[in-house]
């Protein structure tokens, strides 16, 4: 039976139709429809074969319309993969009647043949891009950490492996697995990974009279923010392994330092390891004045002051160092930090510096040598 070219078609499909016309009035119409089931479905879809004579591409699931003339007509599905079946039958006859409609289903079943892998990890620091699976040594799909992959097979016995972990993870069990895959059928294989820590925690405590004196703290050479006393410093993200840790302030002399540390590897908490260190620690500076005198020499002493902060001068913020003879020296010990010094002198003298702008750094354990010019009349 040949058909019309005014061919009506549902989803995108075509045929080529042939010249004869059929007399609309008797004519009646065909709906054909696929659909297709299974894990491992028919990609190219069907050829749908209408009394031997013409034909129409139908894909996977499809409906497509046809108009016939009325009568027995026989539907053939063909291109169906053999690992498909058709459900009532590849071959089937149909009725149409003039002016009828006439539905014809074919429902296609397509197990699949294969394996399903699934995979779970726990731990720390897990592999951060998942994994692959290979069948019979043959690189076949990437598997994401929490998940499933299907894996189609040969029927038979096949060696089925999680590769690509990293070097902190490792599978529960056997990583690779011989199991028989049976015709159509998918058989479930599950793998477990447990992942170790890759890195740890460090944990530095100083001891000693050192309270607010801060403290560098090296890492394998390297430095990490510094540490206050009494307030011990967590180094973080330190990769598992041996490690040295030193520690240095001005003024500070540290027992047994540097110090090694050792990270824990394959273990499944974060490995936090302590290591502590003892300071002796000079509170104070060191003040070496001179005060160079020309003209009459004075018979009083020079009174020495400094000031700390923005405007010490007008806000009374003063500390008394001590007192210089003339031409003398003055060692005085002083806090750490940066302060304006200027001198009291008799009425007879003047100062030979700006006070405002003479300013020092003074740093714990130091001794910062102080010229202080004095002219006297």
């Not at 058989?187 to 000693?208: D, H, L, N, R, W």
């Not at 206050?228 to 520690?247: I, K, Q």
């Not at 002796?280 to 070496?288: D, H």
């Not at 002198?345 to 702008?357: W, Y």
Request: charged share 15%; with cysteine; net charge negative.
């Amino acid at each position: 039976m040949r058909m019309r070219g005014g061919l009506i078609l549902i989803g995108g499909l075509s045929l080529s139709a042939c010249e004869d016309s059929i007399d609309p009035e008797r004519a009646g119409t065909l709906v054909v429809s696929t659909s297709t089931t299974g894990e491992d479905p028919d990609q190219d879809g069907y050829l749908l074969a209408l009394d031997d004579t013409d034909s129409l591409g139908l894909g996977p699931t499809q409906t497509a319309e046809v108009e016939l003339g009325p009568g027995r007509h026989t539907l053939r599905l063909l291109g169906v993969a053999g690992h498909c079946s058709v459900s009532p039958g590849a071959t089937l006859e149909a009725d149409v009647g003039p002016g009828g409609t006439t539905f014809v289903a074919f429902t296609v079943s397509c197990p699949a043949t294969g394996a399903r892998v699934t995979v779970t990890t726990s731990g720390l620091d897990v592999d951060p891009d998942g994994y692959r699976v290979a069948a019979d040594e043959s690189d076949r799909a990437a598997i994401a950490r929490q998940g499933t992959v299907l894996i189609l097979l040969e029927s038979g016995n096949r060696t089925i492996a999680l590769t690509g972990l990293a070097s902190n993870c490792a599978v529960d069990g056997l990583s690779s697995r011989t199991v028989t895959i049976a015709d159509k059928v998918v058989t479930p294989i599950e793998f477990a990974v447990v992942c170790t820590a890759t890195s740890g925690v460090i944990k530095v405590v100083v001891s000693g009279d050192v309270e607010g004196i801060p403290f560098e703290v090296t890492l394998d050479g390297a430095s990490r923010p510094p540490l206050l006393s009494g307030d011990p410093e967590y180094l973080t993200r330190v990769p598992v392994g041996d490690h040295m840790v030193s520690l240095s302030a001005p003024g500070c002399t540290v027992a047994t330092n540097p110090q090694p540390v050792t990270i824990a590897s394959g273990v499944l908490t974060r490995d936090t390891a302590t290591v502590s260190f003892s300071a002796t620690c000079v509170r104070t500076g060191n003040l070496r004045i001179t005060a160079p005198t020309t003209g009459p020499l004075p018979d009083t002493r020079y009174e020495v002051l400094t000031c700390s902060g923005n405007n010490c001068f007008y806000n009374y913020n003063i500390h008394f160092v001590g007192r210089v003879k003339p031409n003398g020296v003055l060692f005085a010990e002083h806090e750490p930090g940066t302060y304006h010094i200027w001198m009291n002198l008799p009425g007879n003298c003047l100062p030979q510096f700006n006070s405002f702008d003479k300013q020092f750094t003074l740093v714990r354990g130091d001794t910062l040598n102080l010229d202080l010019p004095v002219a006297c009349s």
